[in-house]
């Protein structure tokens, strides 16, 4: 029997292992969560704050300054050719709301006019995507052919509309758009402008038609050379004239004048890493970007960021142990975030690697703990970079995508060993119905069907994924 003398509480010894993250490590997870712009800013503040760092080079100041000087010339005659390109008006409103007023006029499929709205919020002052999104990424990806058909259409609709040439990636080729929608377009103007600029410079008619010739007969001395235009057109320095004139009534900036005001975001996303096909064999190498593929190639994963500046300890600071030791620390997080940044591309690319041979509609099931388990790190460190909301790209061959993008659910296989990514079977759920006799197909027999292909996947979870599709029920279709 109890002792009812006998108190309550009871002592008692217990062992745990406790890891708490010293200040340096939060700080490191911290500026990996980070997009650039707000880490760009935290760099700065703490070079103002630390004599011990200095900035090396900032290559996106660089850059800025290189745009408003990018297009002169060394020569007389060639700063006059400038000036006569870059003759503009101030209009005072913006380029959006300017290209909206007319695009709303137009009678487009309510598709069109999303995709097209899109471009248009898309694009930086100068009115280009270079340094924005890519198209591509405003796809949905779930139906390559027609959705790149589309994409076609709207990219020529956004660029024909006033000021022609806008929505094009760089200068040169809005003078190209602009000189094929002009109403007497000079074929010889073309030709230049289609790759050909270098030509121009210096912009002297007699020296232009000197290279045209010469071009031309290199070009029909190649064995299998087909015809180009150059052969159908007289070479004289009048025709070359003409076709100077016609290219100094172009602009290649059809946005300047336009206000870039007006709360348009043009943020552009941090573009975090780029993945290539090389030739080569070679074995998985993380540490280097490197995952291999087969006998003839690997896939190259490179750190990409470049907006953010480089920095360094200053040697006249060395004696200064505290804010050395400081600087070493920030310097010392930056590079966790770009090797641990690094590790996941890899091994999101080790795993995807279907995807970036054939494109999209190829994507198995991943997960962000998968990652983790793979790599030895905690799954929150995944989630810090591959969060929906985050702002980190990765740049393919296949166009722009959010790292969020390369982690999907999936449905298990009939005798349940491996598990079918939701991708495949939104796939198989178009070509179901595209089938003839199959349009008005309920969810039910789409679930029935798609069991019999080999996946154990439920009547709801088919609805959802047709939901996702934008296809609608069979009493609609």
């Not at 943020?267 to 291999?292: C, K, N, W």
């Not at 006249?316 to 770009?338: G, P, Y």
């Not at 061959?397 to 991708?423: C, H, M, Q």
Request: aromatic letters at 6%; a negative charge; glycine letters at 4%.
């Amino acid at each position: 029997m109890k002792d009812p003398h006998s108190s309550a509480f009871e002592l008692s010894q217990t062992q745990r292992q406790l890891q708490k993250l010293s200040q340096i490590q939060i700080t490191a997870l911290n500026y990996l969560a980070m997009g650039n712009e707000a880490l760009r800013e935290e760099i700065y503040r703490a070079v103002s704050e630390n004599p011990a760092l200095e900035i090396v080079r900032d290559v996106a100041a660089e850059n800025r300054k290189e745009e408003n000087f990018s297009s002169r010339q060394t020569s007389a005659d060639s700063d006059t050719l400038q000036r006569l390109l870059e003759n503009q008006e101030d209009y005072g409103e913006t380029l959006q709301a300017h290209l909206l007023h007319q695009l709303n006029a137009m009678k487009i499929s309510d598709a069109e006019l999303e995709l097209c709205t899109k471009l248009i919020y898309n694009l930086d002052k100068n009115g280009f995507y270079g340094s924005m999104l890519s198209p591509e990424t405003f796809l949905p990806h779930k139906n390559p052919a027609a959705e790149k058909d589309m994409l076609d259409r709207c990219l020529n609709i956004v660029q024909a509309l006033d000021p022609v040439g806008t929505c094009c990636r760089t200068p040169e080729e809005s003078l190209l758009v602009q000189a094929k929608l002009s109403e007497e377009p000079d074929p010889l103007a073309i030709f230049i402008l289609d790759g050909h600029l270098d030509f121009l410079t210096p912009p002297e008619p007699s020296k232009i038609c000197r290279k045209l010739i010469d071009f031309r007969e290199a070009w029909n001395k190649k064995a299998f050379a087909s015809k180009t235009i150059l052969d159908t057109l007289e070479l004289t320095e009048e025709s070359v004239a003409a076709a100077l004139s016609f290219i100094l009534s172009l602009n290649p900036h059809p946005a300047q004048g336009y206000n870039s005001e007006g709360g348009i975001n043009s943020t552009s996303p941090d573009v975090v890493l780029t993945v290539t096909r090389e030739e080569g064999a070679v074995e998985d190498d993380y540490s280097r970007g490197l995952v291999a593929l087969n006998a003839d190639s690997h896939f190259q994963i490179k750190y990409a960021s470049g907006s953010l500046p480089e920095i360094r300890i200053s040697p006249e600071f060395k004696m200064d142990k505290e804010n050395v030791a400081k600087a070493q620390a920030l310097i010392n997080s930056l590079q966790f975030r770009e090797s641990t940044i690094v590790l996941q591309g890899c091994a999101i690319v080790h795993a995807q690697k279907n995807f970036f041979l054939k494109g999209p509609g190829h994507l198995g099931v991943l997960t962000r703990r998968q990652i983790a388990l793979e790599l030895g790190i905690h799954e929150s460190t995944v989630s810090r970079t591959s969060a929906k909301n985050s702002s980190k790209y990765i740049q393919t061959e296949w166009g722009l995508f959010p790292a969020s993008y390369f982690f999907t659910s999936g449905v298990a296989n009939r005798d349940g060993s491996k598990k079918i990514s939701s991708e495949r079977i939104k796939e198989r759920i178009k070509k179901i119905l595209a089938e003839p006799g199959n349009e008005n197909l309920s969810d039910q027999k789409l679930c029935e069907l798609l069991n019999q292909k080999g996946a154990r996947i439920a009547r709801r979870t088919v609805a959802k994924y047709r939901a996702q599709l934008g296809l609608k029920n069979s009493y609609k279709r």
